[in-house]
Nanobody
Framework: EVQLQASGGGLVQAGGSLRLSCAAF????????IAWFRQAPGKEREGVSC????????YYADSVKGRFTIASDDAKTAVYLQMNSLKPEETAVYHC?????????????????????WGKGTLVTVSS
């Protein structure tokens, strides 16, 4: 079965860190771009970060630059999102997805709805 599995969410205090994982089962990321999105209740969806599995180029939303790091493993079956200095307002469900649209388009609806594979969300709760 082809699927993505996101994990690593949990409860952390403000200023703390979490590492999210997005694992592929039944396929590899070879020529795909893998993105992390987050959505909190009552807030708009936000494209957080993206990595191109083919060349390793990365994208970060301005709100997370300098604090979050995205990386893939050598086998191109997993992508990790290291989140440091977390803020309470970053409490949300985080989803990973894989598709062929360039990461630079992460904020567009076209990018979001074009993703080919989705993982179930993982909840990140940042307490103040």
């Amino acid at each position: 079965e082809v699927q993505l599995q996101a994990s690593g969410g949990g409860l952390v205090q403000a200023g703390g860190s979490l590492r999210l994982s997005c694992a592929a089962f039944g396929f590899t990321f070879d020529n795909l771009n893998i993105a992390w999105f987050r959505q909190a209740p009552g807030k708009e969806r936000e494209g957080v970060s993206c990595i191109s599995a083919s060349d390793g180029s990365t994208y970060y939303a301005d709100s997370v630059k300098g604090r979050f790091t995205i990386a893939s493993d050598d086998a191109k079956t997993a992508v990790y999102l290291q989140m440091n200095s977390l803020k309470p307002e970053e409490t949300a469900v985080y989803h990973c997805a894989a598709g062929s649209q360039p990461c630079v388009n992460i904020d567009s609806d076209t990018f979001y709805y074009s993703m080919d594979y989705w993982g179930k969300g993982t909840l990140v709760t940042v307490s103040s």
